[in-house]
């Protein structure tokens, strides 16, 4: 398990700003974000899937909502007075509502203040954030029909004990890979066809 000092975090923020959906919120929020963290003497870690028990559950909080206005602001809202706690909040209610504790966090949409939500959230709660790159499953991935995803899905240096099926997926990810499984291990098949992104020319792979 590993301890991210504000040089590491910097570094994975302003990287998943580049490389991440084209989305995930404010990379300068996010910083905000973490440096409010550690400032208040909370740890950031990142855990390994093997260093985590099997049965552990796993939220992914993050933040969505409507494009900010251009121009001229046409309302201003009260204060909020969750403002800045509401991924932490819906983590709680959601661990209420499951009536289960969450052992960790998973960055759903990558970008500067999404996977910064997802690592404060962890930081909170007192639980590691997780890396699942090397990540082993023992059965099959299914990201088939009715899975879609914007951006890149990585599944890096992934053991997968069954098949890997994105029969009928969708995987948008325009001009740039869709689907990195570079030093992946697939004991059973790989089922590529039927990709709908935007076309399949669009569903470029990288193994």
Not at 29 to 35: A, D, H, P, W
Not at 155 to 165: P, R, S
Request: aromatic share 6%; charged share 20%.
């Amino acid at each position: 398990m590993r301890t991210l000092e504000w040089e590491h975090l910097q570094d994975i923020l302003i990287g998943a700003a580049f490389l991440g959906t084209g989305g995930g919120g404010s990379l300068d929020e996010g910083l905000k974000t973490v440096r409010a963290d550690l400032r208040a003497g909370r740890a950031l870690r990142l855990a390994d899937p093997d260093e985590l028990p099997p049965e552990t559950w796993a939220c992914t909080p993050y933040y969505c909502g409507s494009l900010a206005p251009s121009g001229k602001i046409s309302f201003k809202a009260a204060a909020a007075p969750y403002d800045g706690q509401e991924c932490l909040l819906a983590a709680k209610v959601l661990e209420r509502h499951l009536g289960v504790a969450f052992g960790t966090t998973v960055a759903t949409e990558l970008g500067g203040g999404n996977t910064a939500a997802a690592l404060s959230v962890a930081a909170q709660l007192g639980l590691p954030a997780l890396d699942a790159d090397g990540a082993k499953v023992k059965g099959n991935i299914l990201l088939e029909s009715g899975f879609s995803a914007q951006g890149v899905v990585r599944l890096v240096a992934t053991k997968i004990g069954g098949d890997l099926a994105c029969n009928g997926g969708t995987f948008s990810n325009p001009g740039k890979n869709a689907l990195a499984a570079d030093r992946a291990i697939v004991t059973g098949s790989i089922f590529l066809g039927n990709w709908t992104p935007d076309g399949p020319r669009e569903a470029l792979h990288r193994f």
